[in-house]
């Protein structure tokens, strides 16, 4: 499965409407990795959309206590995107996540992964497809405190049922490319929380899934570290073809993504996409936006 994937090729093309991404020719695309043992994904068509959400509403509360936490929300993710969604606290990006990855339920409209409609799902099936189909990288990393970096990485494979051979290769090889091979051994608390946070990223990619969805992974991390967290996902989006959203408050961590959906009071205010432009130039028109969003710097969205 190491076929092209279409990592966003329009530029500038800022406004409501949030398409699908295209395919950019196969001699346009970054040089892919190994090809992946196993997974979830194989078989998802170049362009194809991993995620589609359609008319998504989440209300909490009831009568006299009402939160319209997200209305008419509608964005579709193709495979091998690495998108962020930003916005200011309370406008609704960790509902939308949460629903996404089911860990919430939706009020009304769908959520589609892989072409089947989680919001449809019956609980056991929900509980094999998340495990089979998702992968989540959470704001602290949740790692199992009496396992060690190897085997916390190992556990959803050896849930699965994955020989112990090919457990060992893939362990070995997702630790090597997020570069954390020398803390495999490891527990938790004689890592640092970068450390931490990389193995994390190791655990929710090395069963391959369709999605992987992190709400402010970054959030606990210094400078140096949310650097190398941002690069492991990058890694993990061009090597692996991973499809990635990624919540963030933070400029800068979104800039390391292809496109920006940016929420205010629970609608889609606009997405940006970055085309071939650097990193940097992405960095200023994110800024842009946030200024004209009413934000004053990474710390207000
Ligand atoms: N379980 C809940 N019950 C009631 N209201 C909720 C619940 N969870 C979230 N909300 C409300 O829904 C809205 C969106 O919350 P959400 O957590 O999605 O915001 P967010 O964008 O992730 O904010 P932050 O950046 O602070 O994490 C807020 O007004 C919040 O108070
Ligand atoms: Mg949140």
Do not use: W
């Amino acid at each position: 499965m190491n076929e092209a994937s279409p990592i966003n090729p329009m530029v500038a093309a800022s406004g409501r409407q949030v398409a699908a991404a295209h395919a950019r020719p196969a001699s346009d695309v970054p040089a892919t990795g190994p090809v992946r043992t196993g997974g979830a994904a194989v078989g998802s068509a170049i362009g194809t959309p991993v995620l589609e959400v359609v008319h998504l509403e989440k209300v909490y509360g009831a009568r006299g206590n009402v939160t319209r936490a997200l209305e008419d929300v509608s964005f579709t993710v193709s495979r091998g995107e690495f998108v962020g969604i930003m916005g200011a606290s309370g406008s609704g990006k960790s509902t939308l996540l949460n629903c996404v990855s089911t860990i919430d339920s939706a009020t009304s409209g769908s959520v589609v992964v892989n072409g089947a409609d989680v919001t449809r799902m019956k609980a056991a099936k929900l509980a094999k497809f998340r495990r089979e189909q998702l992968g989540f990288i959470f704001q602290d990393s949740n790692l199992l405190d009496t396992l060690t970096a190897r085997e916390n990485i190992a556990l959803p494979l050896t849930i699965a049922r994955v020989p112990a051979r090919e457990v060992s290769v893939r362990v070995e090889d997702v630790a090597m490319r997020l570069n954390i091979s020398a803390v495999l051994d490891k527990y938790p608390y004689q890592m640092s929380g970068g450390q931490q946070q990389r193995v994390a990223a190791a655990r929710a990619l090395v069963t391959d899934p369709a999605l992987i969805m992190a709400d402010e992974p970054t959030g606990a991390l210094d400078s140096k570290n949310a650097r190398l967290l941002l690069e492991s996902f990058e890694t993990m989006n061009r090597q692996y073809q991973a499809t990635v959203l990624m919540v963030t408050h933070d400029s800068f961590a979104a800039s390391y993504t292809n496109r920006v959906l940016f929420i205010r009071d629970g609608k889609i205010f606009t997405e940006l996409r970055r085309g071939d432009s650097p990193r940097r130039a992405f960095f200023d028109r994110i800024m842009e936006v946030v200024a004209m969003m009413g934000g004053e710097g990474s710390d207000a969205l």
